[in-house]
Structures are given as structure tokens and as C-alpha cells.
């Protein structure tokens, strides 16, 4: 894990292993936390390294509803805000002793502007990732926590998306003029990034499109060596993935 000032007062802690990332932000009446990782003793040890206590925290963004970014929520004591989609996608979840101490304590419908002390945050329903997937934007320092919405330096993992919602999420998440973004995994990042993200989708869509009118069956597609590479972690596991749930999302709207 590498700690990031990215602004003063706002930090990101990066996990170039590939864990998803976690956002502290500073307020005159405590600290936001943005997500919370896949276990208590990660979020706490990565408060500790920041020399900030739990008790510290005033507040709890969490981005979407995947393990990897709630399960260090019962390590709070203060309101954990999410999307109410969020709430009812951990609600629904296979009962687990966790289960009821991860739903978040408040929720929100679209977007939510939060003002704490001399921080103004907006926390924004973007969907895409997943149908609860949501942003934190500083509009005053331009600094965005895109949670899974972006994997930067590796393929998105898209098992859980709306393939066309995403590719609207990220052409919005492009209007907001970010100088920084805090990717949900992988090192910090720029618009760049989402412009190759969101070229890698819909390349990728229109490939296995024209395949589809062309006849083709997935195994044929999966052979096809000329969709577009993304370099890094887990590359031909979710390429296959990938391609696989175009598919299945391009045959349901042909049918
Ligand atoms: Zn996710």
C-alpha cells in the first residue's frame, strides 16, 4: 500500500498489488473516509499508517456494494453513506453475520452535496460498474474518487456491468474536468485513462457486435486474437470475461 497526498488535506491510499483503493479527506469536523476495503484489519492498519483512529472519522462514503470495498465498514462508528441501491444490493446478500453491520446508515438518490466544516463533496449515482456504482467529486480542488468505475493499468472487470451504462458513465465522468482521479484499483490517473478505458470498451462492444451479425458463436469470438490488449493484472482471464458478458448483453438486446 503507497500513501498519496493528492491534495492537501486528501489522500489516497493506493494498492499497486491490485486491493481496491481507500480516500481520506480532511474536514474542519473530521475525517471522510471513502470505502473501506475487503477487511477491518486493512482499513485499520491504513488509518493507523495515516496516524488517523476510527474515532476520528465523521463520515463514510462507500462507492458500491462489491466485498472488496464494504467489509471494513463495522470499524465505524459514525454514519456510512451509500446509494440506496447499495443498501439493498448488501441487504440482499446471503445472509452472513457481517451482513447487518455492513448496510450503510443512510442513503441517497442521485447525488448527494455534502458539506462538512470547509470540505463541499458530491457524491454522485453514475451506475455502469455495477447498477449502485457511485463518485465522489471535490469540484473545488477537481480531484475525483472514481471507485470502480475505472481499473487503471489493467482490464476492467466488467462481470457485474451494464456495458452501454458504463460507456455513458465514463463519457460523463470525461465532462467533469478532473485533474486527479483516484481509480477504484491501480495507481492514480488522469482523463487519459478513461478515454483508453472507455476506447478498450467500445472497440471491444463493436468487435463482438459485428460478430454476432456475422453468425458467429462465442467460442469463434474468444478465438478472435484482434480485439484490443490491455496490459497488466489478469489480462486473459478477463479478457475472456469480458468478451463473454458483451455477448450475453448483446444477445439479450438482439432477442
Ligand atoms: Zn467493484
Known amino acids: 500500500m503507497e500513501i498519496h497526498e493528492v491534495s492537501p488535506g486528501v489522500t489516497a491510499f493506493i494498492r499497486p498489488e491490485g486491493g481496491a483503493n481507500v480516500g481520506l479527506i480532511q474536514t474542519s469536523e473530521g475525517i471522510v473516509v471513502i470505502d473501506t476495503t475487503s477487511r477491518e484489519s ?31 465498514i463495522p470499524l465505524f462508528d459514525c ?20 451482513k447487518t453491520q455492513l448496510l450503510p446508515t443512510k442513503v441517497f438518490e ?44 489493467r482490464y476492467p472487470f466488467l462481470a457485474t456491468a ?7 458513465a ?5 465532462t467533469l474536468g478532473a485533474q486527479v ?6 495507481l492514480l490517473c488522469a482523463e487519459d485513462t478513461v478515454i483508453s478505458q472507455l476506447n478498450y470498451i467500445e472497440l471491444s462492444w463493436n468487435r463482438t457486435a459485428d460478430h454476432i451479425a456475422q453468425g458467429h458463436s462465442i467460442d469463434e469470438i474468444l478465438e478472435d486474437s484482434e480485439y484490443p490488449i490491455h496490459p497488466g493484472l489478469g489480462a486473459e482471464r478477463l479478457h475472456k470475461w ?7 448483453q448483446l444477445k439479450k438486446t438482439a432477442s
Open 42 to 72: 486493512d482499513i485499520r492498519e491504513f488509518l493507523a499508517a495515516a496516524g488517523v483512529a476510527p474515532s476520528d472519522v465523521c463520515l463514510v462514503c462507500i462507492t458500491h456494494s462489491h466485498n472488496d470495498h464494504t467489509k471494513g
Open 79 to 98: 454514519p456510512i453513506l451509500a446509494h440506496k441501491l447499495t443498501y439493498q444490493r448488501i441487504a440482499k446478500r446471503k445472509s452472513t453475520k457481517l
Open 110 to 153: 442521485d447525488r448527494r452535496n455534502i458539506e462538512i466544516g470547509d470540505r463541499c463533496l458530491e457524491f454522485i449515482h453514475a451506475g455502469g460498474h455495477t447498477p449502485d456504482s457511485s463518485v465522489v467529486w471535490l469540484p473545488e480542488i477537481e480531484v475525483l474518487f472514481a471507485g470502480d468505475l475505472i481499473f487503471e493499468g
Open 162 to 168: 451494464n456495458v452501454p451504462d458504463l460507456m455513458k
Open 170 to 174: 465514463l463519457k460523463w465522468l470525461l
Open 181 to 186: 482521479i483516484v481509480p477504484g484499483h491501480g
Open 242 to 248: 469480458n468478451i463473454e458478458v458483451m455477448y450475453r
